[in-house]
T-cell receptor, first 114, second 114 residues
Framework: DGGITQSPKYLFRKEGQNVTLSCEQN?????MYWYRQDPGQGLRLIYY???????QKGDIAEGYSVSREKKESFPLTVTSAQKNPTAFYLC?????????????FGPGTRLTVT | AQSVTQLGSHVSVSEGALVLLRCNYS??????LFWYVQYPNQGLQLLLK??????LVKGINDFEAEFKKSETSFHLTKPSAHMSDAAEYFC????????????FGPGTRLSVLP
């Protein structure tokens, strides 16, 4: 089955540690996205990538970093500089070059930092 | 710039009653519009999308939405609510150009009462 996988589902870290969230897709999509979701809030865009080896900052990129070395993979690193990292993180991908294409979402990773 | 508003952060309906979730958008060009559903601790799943074909769009699980250009609206309806419809619903807008152009509304939580 084609889709997006995110691992792990739940992640616990101590404050001051960097942590990397995995996102893999086998849909052959060019574009990939990372969102952050806090309780009772909508989705906020962290980073996105339209093509391998290229990515752009979203609305809340501070304290996060990404890489796009392969089309299938778009890992997100939450650094110790992120002031409030506890949240639900969603990865998405999208095909095509037109706005008519929908985003496909992974199941999410819930990160808790204490 | 695009934006999406969803009137009512929380909507409650009785089982079997009509579901109506409101979405209004602003866009400088005719947009593409999407409705997503999110169950607790899961990713988003596409319900339906409008891509400038028929203005009345049918989606999964008997949901449908009507694009009304004069009202800049794309409200989501379902004739008869089921307990399993309890979830968070997000409206999103996208303009024809590619790139970081997918904007989500803040979401509406739907509760279904027995």
């Amino acid at each position: 089955d084609g889709g997006i996988t995110q691992s792990p589902k739940y992640l616990f870290r101590k404050e001051g540690q960097n942590v990397t969230l995995s996102c893999e897709q086998n849909l052959n999509h060019d574009a990939m996205y990372w969102y952050r979701q806090d309780p009772g809030q909508g989705l906020r865009l962290i980073y996105y990538s339209q093509i391998v080896n290229d990515f752009q900052k979203g609305d809340i990129a501070e304290g996060y970093s990404v890489s796009r070395e392969k089309k299938e993979s778009f890992p997100l690193t939450v650094t110790s500089a992120q002031k409030n990292p506890t949240a639900f993180y969603l990865c998405a991908s999208r095909s095509g070059t037109s706005g008519m294409y929908e985003q496909y979402f992974g199941p999410g990773t819930r990160l808790t930092v204490t | 710039a695009q934006s999406v508003t969803q009137l009512g952060s929380h909507v409650s309906v009785s089982e079997g009653a009509l579901v109506l979730l409101r979405c209004n958008y602003s866009s400088s060009v005719p947009p593409y519009l999407f409705w997503y559903v999110q169950y607790p601790n899961q990713g988003l799943q596409l319900l339906l999308k409008y891509t400038s074909a028929a203005t009345l769009v049918k989606g999964i699980n008997d949901f449908e939405a009507e694009f009304k250009k004069s009202e800049t609206s794309f409200h989501l309806t379902k004739p008869s609510a089921h307990m399993s419809d309890a979830a968070e619903y997000f409206c999103a807008v996208s303009e024809p150009n590619y790139g970081q152009n997918f904007v989500f509304g803040p979401g509406t939580r739907l509760s279904v009462l027995p």
